[in-house]
């Protein structure tokens, strides 16, 4: 599936793209780092009001 996406994703943009496995250590959403697997409630937890 990720091979056809990123062959659609060339098709439409013209520019060669390539997607690659990021540890979540590395990945951030709205400047805040995501959680571990497995401790996303307990992270969610923490911004509901």
Do not use: C
């Given at each position: 599936?990720?091979?056809?996406?990123?062959?659609?994703?060339?098709?439409?943009?013209?520019?060669?793209?390539?997607?690659?496995?990021?540890?979540?250590?590395?990945?951030?959403?709205?400047?805040?780092?995501l959680?571990?697997?497995?401790?996303?409630?307990?992270?969610?937890?923490?911004?509901?009001?």
């Open positions: 599936m990720m091979t056809d996406y990123t062959n659609l994703l060339s098709r439409v943009t013209g520019v060669m793209i390539g997607i690659i496995e990021t540890s979540f250590e590395n990945v951030m959403e709205g400047g805040l780092r959680p571990p697997p497995g401790e996303e409630e307990a992270w969610q937890a923490q911004f509901k009001v």
